[in-house]
């Protein structure tokens, strides 16, 4: 990565940009001024921003009101269509789409519109639905001498105790209809009356209900409500048809918005220069590698540019980009779910990649599962051609995949012991791999393959194997973090406070195998030397105690650790196994077609369950291998991402090269 300054003339700013968004290398920055330097005036213009976040939201929404009225329909293999840069760079289109997006967004106004009148409509006649056989006209409550009010009494409550409530008032209770907890009623009495008639209901829970702005009778009105909501349906209809007709213009609307996004970008980065009359200036950062392609684009212009390696004291202002080969890309996934690395780090997806997939292959460990997801992962990749995390995901299957493949044919795993179980239907010992290798191991015991996990000390030999890798795994590590810091200066640390407990580690295995125990001394002489070099005064002492029992605990706890890829391993294979057993018990005494029914159901429902349950695990517990074991005794994180002006398509895969 090198930081870049840029000078150019006002007048080809625009082209410039458009040229660095094309090149996609170039991270522009805010100028940082130094202290004292005198700064140009700046020429003040108004932000388009604001206008063209807005019109991106115009889209955006439009879009989303399309996909709901007319979905669309792709398979989840689907790639995106391909497009040209020429199409994208084309602004000329934004008015139109703009046009098409604002007819979509106010007919779905207009059906949110209609949407709430159904509602009203439909809340008229539900009011109506206990007074429907009434035939008095509700826009008409009074008379010359009497008035009429509508209402509910509780059920629970006479209509005899209600009318004995307005004896002595010249008034009458008349029952519409009722239901399980109201009688709806309404009561005529003479002009002048009404607080009287209200008062001497109370007792009996009356509630008024009042009925203004209602013309008609009950059947009226509800007849009117329900022919407004046909024309309402109608009307609702012919819009949702108007918006789904847009569906030709989807294309169209996705394309508006990756252009859009691409004059966004431009603008963005204007912000980020400084501009006088006639001139402007830029800072930011280029990848090495792209330098001279810059050096091209740059010189048909009027400017003057220069690049400087970063400052070694300041690591933390320079972005990251990891660069990697085809096999190590995938792993990126992994790097970026934890944090991207420190300029004075290194990449460690290099590192990640043979373990990564090693212990993922050692816990799933089954031939057909890693068959199936390498199938998938190629599948995956060569129909849908996913990009960026996805496109990491998909190869990371896939080596994942292979991995798991050959560890499941080192222990003659394929969905489970499967093809014994068959073999047994038919009373024959059927193994998918032979025996092809017989090593002998110190203890007395002897490794077979392919390994059968269930038998004798097998699981022991996975267990020892698993920590030996483990140990190889963390040596790694210390090895790297011990380069990092001989690259710092940093040597005295890392031979005698890193390197020391490997050579303990050593030691203990002489002494054991030996009963020398030289290289012991040698291994604590290096962590005390180490120490006393490191620390000050009394420090010099904590330091030793701390080191040996911080070393000893930590290293105890990585190692065994790693005891999981022998776990996960055996539990994945017992798991299959149990569920083959099961699925074989109709045909125990040889094959039947209600047997062969039974075990196809259970095969099917428990390795389903089997392969995405451990998918998970092994990612999860091999992800915990890398970032706790691993990144812990070297990697330095806290890298920030690179983010350079370029095109970044959402909708489309941009196949043409400018």
């Not at 921003?49 to 889209?59: D, H, N, V």
């Not at 980020?272 to 792209?290: C, D, H, N, Q, V």
């Not at 373990?355 to 057909?368: E, T």
């Amino acid at each position: 990565m090198k930081k870049l300054k840029l000078i150019a003339v006002s007048s080809q700013r625009e082209e410039i940009l458009k040229d660095l968004l094309l090149l996609g290398c170039v991270q522009i920055d805010e100028p940082k001024e130094k202290a004292g330097e005198a700064v140009d005036p700046m020429v003040q213009k108004s932000s388009p921003l604001i206008s063209l976040r807005s019109q991106k939201s115009t889209l955006t929404n439009a879009l989303a009101r399309l996909n709901k009225y007319a979905p669309d329909k792709k398979g989840l293999l689907t790639p995106l269509p391909e497009a040209g840069i020429d199409a994208v760079m084309d602004e000329s289109a934004i008015a139109g789409d703009l046009k098409t997006a604002q007819y979509i967004l106010d007919s779905d106004v207009k059906i949110r519109s209609i949407q709430a009148q159904e509602n009203r409509e439909k809340a008229t006649i539900a009011s109506m639905k206990p007074w429907i056989e009434m035939e008095q006209d509700l826009g008409q409550s009074t008379t010359k001498t009497c008035e009429l009010i509508y209402g509910t009494i509780p059920v629970s409550e006479s209509i005899e105790s209600v009318r004995a409530l307005l004896a002595d008032l010249d008034a009458e209770v008349t029952v519409i209809s009722e239901d399980k907890q109201f009688r709806f009623v309404n009561v005529v009495y003479y002009r002048g009356l009404a607080e009287d008639v209200i008062a001497a209901l109370r007792p009996a829970s009356f509630s008024p209900i009042a009925m203004t702005g209602l013309k008609g009778t009950p059947k009226q009105i509800t007849k009117a409500a329900e022919d407004a909501l046909v024309e309402l349906a109608k009307s609702k209809e012919e819009l949702s048809a108007a918006i789904a007709a847009q569906a030709e213009n989807r294309p169209n609307l996705q394309m508006g918005l990756e252009t859009l996004q691409t004059v966004i970008d431009r603008e963005e980065a204007k912000e980020k220069s400084l501009e006088t009359k006639s001139t402007f200036r830029m800072e930011g950062w280029i990848t090495a590698p792209e330098e001279e392609k810059l050096s091209e684009v740059l010189g048909k212009y009027t400017c003057a540019w220069e690049t400087e390696d970063p400052d070694p004291e300041k690591p933390e202002e320079v972005p990251i980009k990891l660069r990697n080969n085809r096999l190590t890309r995938p792993y990126n996934v992994v790097t970026e779910m934890y944090s991207l690395p420190a300029y004075n780090g290194l990449d460690p997806n290099p590192f990640i990649m043979p373990f990564f997939a090693l212990f993922f292959g050692i816990m799933f460990a089954d031939m057909a599962y890693g068959l199936l997801m390498f199938i998938a992962g190629m599948v995956w990749s060569k129909k849908a051609r996913p990009k960026g995390t996805m496109g990491y995901m998909a190869g990371l299957l896939i080596e994942c995949g292979i991995s798991t493949f050959i560890m499941g044919f080192l222990i003659n795993g394929f969905f489970g012991d499967l093809v014994t179980v068959v073999g047994s239907w038919f009373g024959k010992d059927i193994q998918l791999v032979p025996n092809f290798a017989s090593i002998p191991l110190p203890g007395g015991m002897t490794l077979t393959l392919p390994l059968n996990l269930l038998e004798g000390n097998n699981p022991l030999i996975v267990l020892i194997g698993s920590i030996c890798l483990g140990g190889i795994h963390l040596f790694v590590g210390v090895c790297i973090g011990c380069y990092l810091k001989i690259r710092d200066g940093q040597w005295i640390d890392a031979i005698f406070n890193d390197f020391s407990w490997w050579v303990i580690i050593a030691g203990i295995g002489v002494y054991a195998l030996a009963k020398s125990p030289i290289v012991l001394i040698i291994g604590f002489a290096m962590m005390v030397l180490g120490s006393l070099l490191t620390n000050k005064g009394f420090g010099k002492i904590t330091g030793i105690v701390s080191g040996l029992y911080n070393g000893a605990t930590g290293y105890l706890g990585d190692f065994l650790s790693y005891s999981r890829l022998m776990a996960l391993m055996l539990a994945g294979s017992v798991i299959a196994s149990v569920f083959n057993q099961l699925g074989s018990l109709g045909n125990a005494n040889g094959p039947t077609i209600p047997g062969t029914i039974l075990f196809i159901a259970v095969f099917l429902i428990g390795h389903v369950l089997n392969f995405l349950l451990n998918i998970i695990g092994c990612f999860v517990h091999t992800l915990r291998l890398q970032y706790l074991e691993f990144f812990g005794k070297w990697y330095r994180d806290g890298g920030k991402a690179f983010r350079p002006l370029s095109i970044k398509p959402k909708y489309f895969d941009i196949t043409e090269e400018r």
